[in-house]
């Protein structure tokens, strides 16, 4: 079965809301975590990522959160905007074997 | 642009079919991931080539088979097609570090 999953499967806020979106994940030898965000109809594109000797890691209005204790990941988007709407998944990496991704949560922002 | 090229973009055929796809990673990359993406799913990882040879596979039927050549251009080939098999296919590479990887815009994938 999967090992990484995420909580709500849909999120909607407003314009300039902060979102946070979360994910669970089973495998405590993990060590190596991605966001990537899917818009229809393309691949998935890279956010940020962290490794699991860190537990928290700041981009450009992003931040990703790391719970080792409870598996644990989250993804903060400051200020969203309509460009930030689309399907977030959260991956982890198994001993640099493969990505295993979770099912997603799609972010609706409304203006 | 990700740097990872798929085609073809769109691929429609009859059910029992075989059809090949095909994935050039980015400059560099010698890790190759296919992943397979059905309506509303998310990402099955199927299978992961580092070099030209197998490295993991994942949730891959046996119809399928996957290989990549001298030149890291990797093929995903599926046979005797079902209904199910619809979807959307993508492929991503990463570098020797095997970390952040990188998604081509995927093939579309529709069985009639």
């Known amino acids: 079965g999967e090992s990484v999953g995420l909580h709500l499967p849909t999120l909607s806020v407003q314009e300039g809301d902060n979102s946070i979106i979360n994910c669970a994940y089973s495998?405590?030898?993990?060590?190596?975590f991605i966001w990537y965000k899917q818009e229809s109809g393309k691949g998935p594109q890279f956010i940020i990522d962290?490794?699991?000797?860190?537990d928290k890691r700041q981009g450009q209005r992003v931040t990703v959160l790391l719970n080792k204790t409870v598996k644990h990941l989250s993804l903060q988007i400051a200020a969203t905007q309509p460009g930030d709407s689309a399907v977030y998944f959260c991956?982890?990496?198994?001993?640099?074997?493969?990505?295993?991704f979770g099912k997603g949560t799609t972010l609706s922002v409304s203006s | 642009d990700s740097g990872v090229t798929q085609t073809p973009k769109h691929l429609i055929t009859a059910t029992g079919q075989r059809v090949t796809l095909r994935c050039s990673p980015r400059?560099?990359?010698?890790?190759v991931y296919w992943y397979q993406q059905s309506l509303d799913q998310g990402l099955q990882f199927l299978i992961h080539?580092?070099?030209?040879?197998?490295?993991a596979k994942g949730n891959i039927l046996e119809r399928f088979s996957a290989q990549q050549f001298p030149d890291l251009h990797s093929e995903l080939n599926l046979s005797s097609l079902e209904l199910g098999d619809s979807a959307l296919y993508f492929c991503?590479?990463?570098?020797?570090?095997?970390?952040?990887?990188?998604f081509g815009q995927g093939t579309r994938l529709t069985v009639v």
């Open positions: 991503a590479s990463s570098g020797i570090r095997g970390d952040e990887a990188f």
């Open positions: 495998n405590s030898a993990s060590d190596y």
């Open positions: 962290i490794r699991s000797n860190m």
């Open positions: 991956a982890e990496n198994q001993a640099g074997t493969a990505l295993i």
């Open positions: 400059s560099g990359d010698l890790s």
């Open positions: 080539y580092y070099n030209g040879e197998e490295r």
